[in-house]
């Protein structure tokens, strides 16, 4: 089946470290995203790919880091700079072009103990 | 910036009842806007996607519409059952730069559909 995959659906991290959540899609999809969302917030973009080895920042990257080594991947790590990383963590991809839907992964959860 | 704003941001009525759920946005220069379904602890399904040349699109017993000028849209949901409840969340397709990039979303409407 085409999809996105997200792993792990939960995760826990200890303050100071990084952790890294996977994103897989198989939809052929050159453009891939990264959400956050908090309880009572929308959703916001922390980076987006439009194209392998490119990739730019959205509205609350600080904290975060990228890679887009493959069309099919774009993983996310939450790295010990991000003060408040307790959140549910969204990936999405969408075909090249602002008239196209973007399609939402599963999620997954990350909590900071 | 853009900024998108969704009213109510609950609502709770009978099984039957026909609804709408509004959403309004700052800057009208967008690309299109999106209409998403989340439930509990789940990912975003799409619902229905508006271009910024149209003025609606249909899917079953949902209509969606789209006044760019005034920076509205609205979600009209027909015949409401127990299974449509959930957060439906309305998100612009923005330019940026050289393009678009991603989407700025509303916080979304908490919907009950009561039996």
């Known amino acids: 089946d085409g999809g996105i995959t997200q792993s792990p659906k939960y995760l826990f991290r200890k303050e100071g470290q990084n952790v890294t959540l996977s994103c897989e899609q198989n939809?052929?999809?050159?453009?891939m995203y990264w959400y956050r969302q908090d309880p009572g917030q929308g959703l916001r973009l922390i980076y987006y790919s439009q194209i392998v080895n490119d990739f730019q920042k959205g509205d609350i990257a600080e904290g975060y880091s990228v890679s887009r080594e493959k069309k099919e991947s774009f993983p996310l790590t939450v790295t010990s700079a991000q003060k408040n990383p307790t959140a549910f963590y969204l990936c999405?991809?969408?075909?090249?072009?602002?008239?196209?839907?973007?399609?939402f992964g599963e999620g997954s959860w990350l909590t900071v103990v | 910036k853009q900024e998108v704003t969704q009213i109510p941001a609950a609502l709770s009525v009978p099984e039957g009842e026909n609804l709408v759920l509004n959403c309004s946005f700052t800057d009208s220069a967008i690309y299109n806007l999106q209409w998403f379904r989340q439930d509990p602890g789940k990912g975003l399904t799409s619902l229905l996607l508006i271009q910024s040349s149209q003025r609606e699109q249909t899917s079953g017993r949902l209509n969606a519409s789209l006044d760019k000028s005034s920076g509205r849209s609205t979600l009209y949901i027909a015949a409401s059952q127990p299974g449509d409840s959930a957060t439906y969340l309305c998100?612009?397709?923005?330019?940026?730069?050289?393009?678009?990039?991603?989407?700025?979303f509303g916080k979304g409407t908490h919907l009950i559909i009561q039996p």
């Open positions: 999405a991809s969408s075909i090249t072009g602002p008239g196209n839907t973007i399609y």
């Open positions: 939809l052929n999809h050159d453009a």
């Open positions: 998100a612009v397709r923005r330019y940026s730069g050289g393009g678009a990039d991603g989407l700025t």
